[in-house]
């Protein structure tokens, strides 16, 4: 039986002409946009699209012109095939390589075990997703069997990761000074209050993430929860990244990014870049950013031993 496992993301641009296509796609998706009328979404993505774009194509030239997200997967994909009865690839929603292009490439194949990379759910994430893969799994007719991974926030084995990239930032630090925040993607209030299970995960999340570092001898001063990523004037998840800054007396403080397991814009851009940059106006002494789990050997072994449970 030949069993493919996908990886699913909301991809990047790896390349500067690729930014317009990942506005124009995100902004157009009933899932992110919650617009009924097609004609009416479509008008919007692209006039959202025009006003952001020249500031966008500015954001991702002081990271290397590009998202890194692709490039890592990729390296992902490729660790997870050596040595694997399964087949590897991955998919990105707003950005080449697109599910149906992908796809097309396994027609063969008997059994699909579609990934999501998102740590918990959400309609905005995993429904997005998942619903860019079966409308290419339809449009290409394929008869293979499918099973979903929907989100795993609460493995024992992801959150050790996530433990041991924390202490790879501090090494041999005393942390007693430094407030550990965990930043998540913001979410408009509305998804939220319309059934979302996006900040009951995050919150959950949390507090395993709290339990873990005391277990670990890791007595932060203390553990925060903030919200990153927040765009337009509704009302969005809070506390954001920015008030939990301004209000820490300490000035010092660790991020980890707990919204994804892959390196993107958001992270290496808006955390490592941005509120760095807030930070050092802030009069912060210390301002660290933990990676993703991203293509390490702890994360390949995490997706195998998920897809063989």
């Given amino acids: 039986m030949k069993k493919l496992i996908l990886l699913l993301n909301m991809g990047g641009p790896r390349k500067s002409c690729e930014v317009e296509i990942f506005l124009k796609n995100m902004f157009n998706d009933p899932c992110i946009l919650g617009v009924k009328n097609p004609f009416l979404r479509k008008?919007?993505?692209f006039m959202i699209t025009k006003m952001r774009l020249k500031s966008a194509q500015e954001n991702y030239k002081?990271?290397?012109?590009?998202?890194?997200?692709?490039e890592i997967t990729q390296r992902l994909?490729?660790?997870?095939?050596?040595?694997?009865?399964?087949?590897?690839?991955?998919?990105?929603?707003y950005t080449p390589p697109f599910c149906k292009e992908v796809l097309s490439r396994h027609e063969n194949v008997d059994e699909i075990v579609v990934f999501p990379l998102y740590p918990h759910y959400s309609i905005t994430t995993v429904t997005s997703s998942l619903n860019d893969f079966y409308k290419a799994y339809n449009e290409l007719g394929l008869k293979a069997k499918v099973q979903e991974v929907r989100y795993f926030y609460e493995s024992k084995e992801?959150?050790?990761?996530?433990?041991?990239n924390i202490k790879d930032k501090i090494l041999s630090m005393d942390v007693g000074e430094i407030s550990m925040i965990f930043s998540a993607h913001s979410l408009p209030q509305?998804?939220?209050?319309?059934?979302?299970?996006y900040e009951a995960h995050v919150k959950e999340h949390v507090e395993i993430l709290t339990n873990l570092l005391e277990k670990e001898g890791l007595n932060f001063k203390d553990v925060k929860l903030a919200y990153q990523s927040r765009l337009g004037p509704v009302k969005w998840l809070e506390p954001s990244?920015?008030?939990v800054l301004s209000l820490l007396k300490n000035k010092?403080?660790?991020?980890?990014?707990?919204?994804f397991c892959v390196d993107n814009s958001e992270t290496i851009f808006e955390l490592d870049v941005e509120y760095r940059h807030i930070a050092k106006e802030l009069g912060f002494e210390f301002y660290e950013v933990c990676e993703c789990p991203n293509a390490s050997d702890a994360f390949a072994e995490?997706?195998?031993n998920n897809i063989k449970e």
């Fill in 77 to 93: 994909c490729d660790k997870l095939n050596q040595n694997n009865k399964f087949v590897f690839d991955y998919a990105m929603n």
């Fill in 158 to 164: 992801y959150n050790q990761i996530i433990i041991k």
């Fill in 62 to 70: 002081q990271i290397g012109g590009k998202s890194p997200i692709c």
């Fill in 241 to 243: 990244l920015n008030d």
């Fill in 190 to 197: 509305k998804i939220i209050n319309n059934g979302d299970r």
């Fill in 252 to 259: 010092k403080a660790l991020i980890y990014p707990l919204s």
């Fill in 43 to 45: 008008f919007l993505a």
């Fill in 302 to 304: 995490f997706i195998v």
